[in-house]
């Protein structure tokens, strides 16, 4: 909640009482209010095209407590930059108008409203605007003489923002501009004579992107030809060579200008030997650089326009320096062969010439001229040679060698387990010059090559082997074209492992119902191969019973003698590389052995016995007392007499 106060306050009377002061004051100068909204709105859509006028509504909502007009700030943002800020007195929307909306309007706008400290900030709408206008090209001249400037302007109507012009020679760019105008202006040369074809294009780049515009109408330039050519003569007029005394002369002609003039340069080679405005005269003797043909080179230059003639002059060619074979191994012999493949045969002949090896240490002579059998040594070695003739000697470039290294410790390994019906990965390695070429066989049978061409990267094989049985394997490797010399490993033997199956469990006795101290075997058999470890397990536990790694498929678990204790349900586990198997269960039980049967049969008929010796004992005496304490009545006889 925010107390405003009035934008006027009224002069208050004296003699007013202070408490009726305060209270008036407060009641008519300050309104209590809140900003519950602000909306931006787009209209007619957030997708317009280049043209449109874009409407930007920003609406708010405020409560107040007396419903009278507050003074609001509304500030419109793109990109969070701030491009317009109005201040009104009303409660209406506030109203942004974009007349004729450009691609450079492409934004999020937001609408800010502030009412004495108080703001709130709409959320973002993005104002989406495409099309841009297609570029429109102007040129001074149609017409222009080589070398001279042509100027063009380029306009991207209506549109604003940062822009990029570009202009085009035949769709080759030949001149860039940046600006914050929609127009721009400038010149450049067109590179040859003929008829050129221009046309200009731009991009406006926006705080988010860069659009680009389409191509503009095409202009047609006609360049002409300047009338001039360099001339070079070298006398005296008849055929020259190499070591002949010399005069040059480098001039223009056909040049009819007035108003322009024109530079000559005259040089040998790479060497400038004069420079002026009109012609040239040079005296020399044809003596070339041992490493350089001998060429005379005349330039006129105008506009930035250059034309060139030039003249060689050669007593024989600058040698070429050339092996065979291509490629050498160290230790190998190769043949080095030094020739000019021209001379003037008016002045020598081929055996005129003189061919050296540099270094020449120890070189088998061939006998040919110019060629040299060398043996490859262990490193790289640069070797040059020269071809001399009338006092005239020149020089070869630079042939370096670099002698090969054969295939060396070729290793093959397996990177995987090899289990049956299942891929592997088989390495192949050696030492050598790059790129080597691997083979693998398998059981002498090629299965794959591999080329590698990169340093201490190994030969990777995929293989399956479908059958169990004996199974070799061996790279062979080779990094020379014109040699059989091939690098070969030792066999490697494969131990194939076949997953395990078929699991069965067996006990003996085969009654699973077992008296104490009796014997209990079980036997655990799989079908597949060793070393197979083997686990046998009583239900409930994570301990085994016993472990044994054998190479048989069998295992044996032996309790003997069995008690009460053993009574449980047991099972075997096997595993052996390539896969786990689980018997089933079997519940064995142990009971109570016979002659503890016997023992308490007759333990329970003595027990009886004795009871009944107990009782009849009791009775008997019981039987006893009786009489001792019983006395009869006395009777008299009498006897009766017939």
Same mark, same amino acid.
């Given at each position: 909640?925010?107390?405003?106060?009035?934008?006027?306050?009224?002069?208050?009377?004296?003699? /007013?009482?202070?408490?009726?002061?305060?209270?008036?004051?407060?009641?008519?100068?300050?309104? $209590?209010?809140?900003? %519950?909204?602000?909306?931006?709105?787009?209209?007619?859509?957030?997708?317009?095209?280049?043209?449109?006028?874009?409407?930007?509504?920003?609406?708010?909502?405020?409560?107040?407590?007396?419903?009278?007009?507050?003074?609001?700030?509304?500030?419109?943002?793109?990109?969070?930059?701030?491009?317009?800020?109005?201040?009104?007195?009303?409660?209406?929307? !506030?109203?942004? %108008?974009?007349?004729?909306?450009?691609?450079?309007?492409?934004?999020?706008?937001?609408?800010?409203?502030?009412?004495?400290?108080?703001?709130?900030?709409?959320?973002?709408?993005?104002?989406?605007?495409?099309?841009?206008?297609?570029?429109?090209?102007?040129?001074?001249?149609?017409?222009?003489?080589?070398?001279?400037?042509?100027?063009?302007?380029?306009?991207?109507?209506?549109?604003?923002?940062?822009?990029?012009?570009?202009?085009?020679?035949?769709?080759?760019?030949?001149?860039?501009?940046?600006?914050?105008?929609?127009?721009?202006?400038?010149?450049?040369?067109?590179?040859?004579?003929?008829?050129?074809?221009?046309?200009?294009?731009?991009?406006?780049?926006?705080?988010?992107?860069?659009?680009?515009?389409?191509?503009?109408?095409?202009?047609?330039?006609?360049?002409?030809?300047?009338?001039?050519?360099?001339?070079?003569?070298?006398?005296?007029?008849?055929?020259?060579?190499?070591?002949?005394?010399?005069?040059?002369?480098?001039?223009?002609?056909? !040049?009819?200008?007035?108003?322009?003039?024109?530079?000559?340069?005259?040089?040998?080679?790479?060497?400038?030997?004069?420079?002026?405005?009109?012609?040239?005269?040079?005296?020399?003797?044809?003596?070339?650089?041992?490493?350089?043909?001998?060429?005379?080179?005349?330039?006129?230059?105008?506009?930035?326009?250059?034309?060139?003639?030039?003249?060689?002059?050669?007593?024989?060619?600058?040698?070429?320096?050339?092996?065979?074979?291509?490629?050498?191994?160290?230790?190998?012999?190769?043949?080095?062969?030094?020739?000019?493949?021209? !001379?003037?045969?008016?002045?020598?002949?081929? $055996?005129?010439?003189?061919?050296?090896?540099?270094?020449?240490?120890?070189?088998?002579?061939?006998?040919?001229?110019?060629?040299?059998?060398?043996?490859?040594?262990?490193?790289?070695?640069?070797?040059?040679?020269?071809?001399?003739?009338?006092?005239?000697?020149?020089?070869?470039?630079?042939?370096?060698?670099?002698?090969?290294?054969?295939?060396?410790?070729?290793?093959?390994?397996?990177?995987?387990?090899?289990?049956?019906?299942?891929?592997?990965?088989?390495?192949?390695?050696?030492?050598?010059?790059?790129?080597?070429?691997?083979?693998?066989?398998?059981?002498?049978? %090629?299965?794959?090559?591999?080329?590698?061409?990169?340093?201490?990267?190994?030969?990777?094989?995929?293989?399956?082997?479908?059958?169990?049985?004996?199974?070799?394997?061996?790279?062979?490797?080779?990094?020379?074209?014109?040699?059989?010399?091939?690098?070969?490993? %030792?066999?490697?033997?494969?131990?194939?492992?076949?997953?395990?199956?078929?699991?069965?469990?067996?006990?003996?006795?085969?009654?699973?119902?077992?008296?104490?101290?009796?014997?209990?075997?079980?036997?655990?058999?799989?079908?597949?191969?060793?070393?197979?470890?083997?686990?046998?397990?009583?239900?409930?536990?994570?301990?085994?019973?016993? /472990?044994?790694?054998?190479? $048989?498929?069998?295992?044996?678990?032996?309790?003997?003698?069995?008690?009460?204790?053993?009574?449980?349900?047991?099972?075997?586990?096997?595993?052996?590389?390539?896969?786990?198997?689980?018997?089933?269960?079997?519940?064995?039980?142990?009971?109570?052995?016979?002659?503890?049967?016997?023992?308490?049969?007759?333990?329970?008929?003595?027990?009886?016995?004795?009871?009944?010796?107990?009782?009849?004992?009791?009775?008997?005496?019981?039987?006893?007392?009786?009489? $001792?304490?019983?006395?009869?009545?006395?009777?008299?006889?009498?006897?009766?007499?017939?």
């Amino acid at each position: 909640m925010f107390w405003l106060p009035q934008p006027s306050v009224a002069m208050v009377p004296s003699g /007013t009482p202070k408490y009726n002061l305060l209270t008036d004051f407060v009641k008519s100068h300050f309104i $209590e209010f809140k900003i %519950q909204s602000v909306e931006l709105i787009t209209e007619p859509r957030n997708d317009v095209t280049a043209g449109t006028n874009v409407t930007l509504r920003c609406h708010a909502t405020v409560s107040t407590s007396t419903g009278k007009g507050l003074i609001r700030e509304y500030t419109i943002l793109k990109n969070d930059k701030i491009v317009y800020t109005k201040t009104i007195g009303s409660s209406e929307d !506030f109203v942004y %108008q974009l007349h004729n909306a450009r691609v450079f309007s492409t934004g999020l706008y937001q609408c800010k409203l502030d009412i004495q400290g108080d703001t709130k900030l709409s959320k973002a709408q993005r104002l989406n605007v495409q099309g841009l206008s297609q570029p429109v090209l102007h040129l001074k001249m149609n017409v222009v003489n080589e070398g001279e400037e042509v100027r063009a302007t380029c306009i991207a109507p209506g549109e604003i923002g940062s822009f990029i012009f570009f202009f085009f020679d035949n769709d080759e760019q030949i001149s860039r501009v940046e600006g914050l105008s929609n127009q721009v202006k400038t010149a450049f040369r067109l590179s040859s004579a003929g008829i050129h074809k221009i046309h200009c294009s731009y991009k406006i780049r926006t705080a988010e992107d860069t659009f680009p515009s389409t191509k503009s109408n095409n202009v047609t330039v006609s360049v002409k030809e300047l009338s001039i050519t360099p001339a070079l003569k070298i006398s005296p007029n008849s055929t020259i060579y190499e070591g002949d005394h010399l005069n040059i002369s480098c001039s223009a002609q056909n !040049f009819h200008s007035s108003s322009e003039g024109y530079k000559l340069f005259l040089s040998q080679g790479t060497k400038l030997l004069r420079t002026g405005n009109s012609t040239i005269n040079h005296n020399m003797v044809a003596a070339p650089k041992a490493s350089e043909a001998l060429t005379f080179d005349c330039r006129v230059e105008v506009r930035n326009v250059e034309k060139y003639t030039e003249k060689k002059i050669s007593l024989f060619s600058v040698p070429s320096l050339t092996m065979s074979p291509t490629e050498v191994f160290q230790g190998e012999i190769m043949t080095l062969t030094c020739n000019s493949d021209r !001379f003037a045969s008016q002045r020598i002949n081929r $055996e005129d010439l003189d061919y050296t090896l540099y270094p020449s240490k120890n070189l088998p002579s061939s006998g040919k001229p110019g060629v040299f059998n060398v043996k490859a040594l262990q490193n790289d070695f640069n070797y040059t040679c020269s071809a001399e003739a009338k006092g005239i000697k020149k020089d070869s470039k630079t042939l370096m060698i670099r002698p090969k290294v054969h295939v060396s410790a070729l290793k093959i390994s397996i990177e995987d387990k090899v289990i049956l019906k299942k891929s592997f990965t088989i390495l192949c390695q050696s030492n050598g010059s790059l790129p080597i070429n691997y083979t693998l066989f398998k059981n002498n049978v %090629q299965v794959g090559t591999k080329v590698i061409r990169e340093r201490n990267r190994q030969a990777v094989f995929m293989d399956v082997i479908k059958e169990p049985g004996e199974i070799q394997y061996r790279c062979e490797a080779k990094n020379s074209l014109h040699s059989n010399k091939t690098g070969s490993s %030792q066999h490697l033997s494969v131990n194939v492992i076949v997953p395990l199956s078929q699991m069965t469990l067996a006990v003996i006795p085969s009654s699973l119902e077992l008296s104490e101290g009796e014997e209990l075997h079980f036997i655990c058999s799989v079908n597949g191969t060793g070393p197979v470890t083997f686990k046998w397990y009583r239900t409930g536990s994570v301990v085994p019973l016993q /472990t044994n790694t054998t190479t $048989e498929t069998y295992s044996i678990l032996e309790i003997k003698p069995v008690s009460k204790n053993d009574s449980d349900e047991y099972y075997c586990e096997a595993s052996n590389g390539a896969n786990k198997v689980r018997s089933e269960h079997v519940n064995v039980q142990v009971v109570m052995a016979p002659w503890k049967k016997g023992l308490i049969v007759v333990a329970c008929l003595l027990l009886l016995l004795l009871v009944l010796l107990l009782v009849a004992s009791m009775l008997n005496i019981k039987s006893k007392r009786g009489r $001792e304490t019983y006395s009869p009545p006395s009777t008299q006889a009498s006897v009766v007499y017939v």
